[in-house]
């Protein structure tokens, strides 16, 4: 690996100065692992994924150690969009194409019962996490809409999905103030939320449960034919190991390396809405994914200020200036907010599998995978944990046919990832242009 993305861009052990890092409240810094210690499972990484592995295992009285390079949700779990999306990544016609009708329906099921899992917990737990519903898909060429209104017209007929409908152009203008978009959908059984608050009140409700939590723990090698992972300063053994590193995998496992490649998303926050300066672009507190290819994708706050992401980069070093790049992409949207103050810039690295499906896998005896959520994760690497548990619990049914799912390898395995992707990225920004 040319650089490595736990240390490119950030501070070690600190959060990054985004706009949620500074709107929660930041648990005391859990220790370092020392010495040998041994558990039921070891969960590595402290994200969506990992947290969601370790709370449900602490639940059933499993004996967990959770161990994270940085802090919990650090990585792209606590800077992301905030969306809790309906279905996977891919649509479901795509879907049904590519596994079949009935596994199309199935992971249509898995899809709902993240985005219910997600409120569960937020209920459950009384995470202070923002949690609003409704999320717009918009248009934004005119030849996509009746696309949009047939993908509408097939969840509600195909998949008994009532919580989304179609809208034209002249509802969306007066829902979101933008001259970009054609036409859309709105989906209310969608919400958006503050995902590092969720992160940090997943730690907590872990911690509560009985996992051993260590910070600034980063796994430096796994033996496999041992079941023990090895950090600078001490090893875990157990019976179980799960992976949930996504875009931090870095080289400890390469075949899941070979399918999930790492890249760079941008956010910035604005000040908040409602001046002359920075008028009010929405009608209400909706978050809003467009059709691009390279997505935007933007949300009002709890405290009034605009999310905006959007550009992406390849390679591993953040772009100098990421509050110039993402206004660049909000003005596009939103030339109303030519005079707006941009209070918060930050990047985070996800990851991405070739057809955007999530790379479920188990890699030896007893050891599991979940990663390449493709910008899905705040739902799915929820449910992951889940399944995860569930699967060392003795019930594997979830976690098999997500395994099945094809995640191909990227041409040329992970050296040739990065390369390969600058071209059908600059392919694909080209085709939105169009």
């Known amino acids: 690996m040319a650089m490595d993305v736990l240390t490119a861009n950030d501070v070690a052990g600190t959060y990054p100065a985004s706009y949620y890092a500074a709107t929660t409240k930041q648990l005391a810094p859990f220790p370092a692992l020392k010495g040998d210690v041994s558990a039921d499972v070891v969960v590595i990484g402290g994200g ?5 592995t370790a709370l449900h295992l602490a639940e059933r009285g499993y004996d967990v150690v959770l161990l994270d390079a940085q802090r919990v949700g650090w990585g792209a779990s606590g800077r992301n969009g905030g969306q809790l999306g309906s279905g996977q990544r891919v649509e479901q016609d795509e879907l049904e194409k590519m596994v079949g009708r009935d596994n199309a329906h199935l992971l249509w099921k898995f899809a709902e019962q993240s985005k219910n899992l997600v409120k569960d917990l937020v209920k459950k737990h009384q995470i202070q996490c923002d949690l609003t519903p409704g999320i717009i898909h918009a248009d934004h060429r005119k030849r996509y809409v009746p696309e949009s209104r047939h993908y509408v017209e097939k969840l509600q007929k195909e998949y008994n999905y009532n919580q989304i ?17 054609y036409g859309g959908s709105v989906d209310m059984g969608a919400a958006h939320l503050h995902p590092l608050a969720l992160a940090i009140g997943m730690a907590e409700a872990a911690q509560k449960a009985g996992t051993r939590i260590f910070e600034n723990s980063r796994v430096t090698k796994i033996d496999e034919a041992k079941n023990t992972v090895f950090t600078a ?3 875990v053994s157990a019976k179980h190991i799960v992976l949930g ?7 400890l496992n390469g ?5 999930v490649m790492p890249i760079n998303n941008f956010i910035i926050a604005t000040e908040p809405l409602g001046s002359v300066s920075a008028p009010e672009v929405f009608k209400e507190k909706l978050a809003v994914a467009d059709s691009k290819f390279v997505v935007n994708y933007f949300r009002m706050s709890a405290d009034n200020r605009l999310l905006f ?4 980069s390849y390679g591993y070093k953040f772009p100098a200036d990421i509050k110039g790049l993402v206004r660049k992409c909000m003005l596009e949207i939103f030339p109303q907010l030519d005079g707006a103050k941009i209070d918060y ?12 499906m999530p790379h479920f896998a188990r890699l030896g005896k007893n050891i599991y995978s979940a990663s390449g959520y493709s910008g899905h994760g705040v739902g799915m690497a929820t449910l992951a944990g889940q399944i995860m548990a569930d699967t060392i619990a003795g019930t594997a049914e979830r976690f098999d046919v997500l395994a099945n799912v094809p995640t191909h390898r ?3 395995g992970a050296s040739m990832r990065t390369p390969l992707l600058v071209l059908a990225m600059t392919y694909y920004a080209l085709r939105d242009k169009l």
């Open 345 to 356: 810039a930050w990047g985070g690295t996800l990851a991405i599998t070739i057809n955007r």
């Open 245 to 251: 590193c996504n875009g931090y995998l870095g080289d």
């Open 48 to 52: 969506f994924t990992g947290l969601s």
């Open 410 to 412: 990227f041409p040329g």
């Open 309 to 312: 992401g959007g550009g992406e």
């Open 233 to 235: 300063d001490g090893t």
């Open 255 to 259: 075949p899941t390396a070979k399918r």
């Open 165 to 181: 409908r179609f809208v034209e152009q002249s509802e969306l203008r007066e829902l979101v103030d933008s001259p970009a978009y």
